[in-house]
């Protein structure tokens, strides 16, 4: 069977990309080794809102994927979309004196909330914190299902990735293209460069009671109770190289930080999620076409500081490195590689993965 572009990773990553090459009439097969959402994106509490700081390549393009995000999964999944507000509080005395200083670099619409207003809500906190109206959840494993509900999926542990007669193979399937969203296991082609590393990160699901209209984000994240249900998520453990048992108590050890700020007496735990998600080098998303390093190693003086023209793999792509926030980037990144590939536009230039090369060339003379 020969399709236009294979998709490899079933996270929210690979998902998103599938479905706006879909959208562009492409035939696409998506891949993935465990399932639909198997990995770091089904363990991910998908908490929705923008970054907090000075502007910053990072944060102007998390504000862009944010304000593009919430307005397609209105219009595309309102049932998994929950507009619950997001209130973002500061972790220490030192991040609550930026509080105010950071608001005109906000691109959503906000509030400043004094502790009195937010303790209202249900929350005991100690700073000024910021509200954010259109921040919420939504549903991972759902979203994800929902993405590719019509594109067609193979379940296949991918190995190695051949060419032959001008077509990519990864078993008995052919494609022009191979977009690789395959998460921290980057490792089906030279792509050292990039750094793209695992961090682990947990979520409980629990049984409440509690009235909790809005979800809120410190040292971990508590959403609104929606049909029950209250979920707590927390990125920890940088650098991860292999994944770790996922057992209760990870969950408990949120369910304890979570009692400092809510009433948690009738919590009951229903289930533990874990996995990783995958950060690059410099923190930010990578998605573009994939360099040769071999090739590029053929240069006489690249070792030496000279820049050369860049060689690419041919019609290799990858969408990764999009860290806590996958659920928030996948669906803009997702449309700007689509895009890129079926109509040949610009790729943001914030997420180039070439940013990372020649600064990895000059370590390894070192």
């Not at 907090?52 to 393009?61: T, Y």
């Not at 979309?81 to 609550?96: C, F, N, Q, S």
């Not at 040769?292 to 050369?308: A, C, Q, S, V, W």
Request: with cysteine; net charge positive; proline share 3%.
């Amino acid at each position: 069977m020969i399709y236009d572009t294979i998709v490899v990773g079933a996270g929210v990553a690979g998902c998103s990309v599938a479905y706006f090459l879909k959208q562009k009439d492409q035939k696409v097969l998506l891949i993935d080794k465990a399932g639909i959402a198997s990995g770091g994106s089904g363990a991910a509490g998908a908490f929705l809102s923008p970054k907090i700081g000075v502007s910053s390549p990072l944060k102007d393009l998390t504000d862009d994927a944010f304000n593009f995000t919430i307005d397609f999964y209105k219009k595309n999944f309102p049932q998994h979309y929950h507009k619950t507000g997001v209130i973002r509080v500061p972790k220490d005395e030192l991040d609550a004196s930026r509080t105010s200083k950071y608001s005109k670099f906000h691109n959503a619409k906000y509030e400043e909330l004094i502790p009195s207003r937010i303790n209202k809500y249900g929350f005991e906190v100690k700073y000024n914190s910021t509200l954010f109206f259109d921040g919420g959840t939504c549903d991972a494993v759902e979203i994800c299902n929902s993405l590719v509900k019509d594109i067609e999926f193979a379940k296949l542990e991918v190995k190695d990735i051949k060419k032959e007669n001008g077509l990519w193979n990864i078993g008995e399937y052919k494609a022009k293209n191979i977009i690789l969203a395959t998460g921290f296991e980057n490792d089906l082609f030279d792509m050292r460069y990039m750094g793209i590393k695992g961090t682990w990160g947990n979520r409980g699901d629990f049984s409440s009671q509690l009235k909790l209209d809005v979800s809120l984000h410190e040292s971990l994240s508590i959403s609104a109770n929606i049909n029950g249900i209250i979920k707590l998520g927390a990125t920890h453990e940088l650098e991860v190289i292999d994944k770790k048992p996922c057992d209760d108590s990870k969950s408990h050890e949120l369910l304890d930080k979570a009692s400092n700020m809510i009433d948690t007496r009738d919590f009951k735990l229903i289930k533990t999620y874990c996995g990783m998600r995958s950060g690059s080098r410099d923190f930010a998303p990578v998605v573009g076409k994939v360099i040769d390093t071999n090739k590029m190693f053929e240069y006489p003086h690249i070792l030496d500081g000279r820049k050369y023209q860049t060689i690419y793999l041919d019609n290799i792509f990858i969408l990764n490195g999009l860290g806590a926030r996958g659920f928030v980037l996948g669906p803009y990144l997702g449309k700007e590689l689509a895009d890129n590939i079926a109509e040949n536009k610009p790729i943001d230039s914030r997420v180039n993965p070439d940013r990372l090369f020649y600064n990895w060339v000059r370590k390894m003379k070192y």
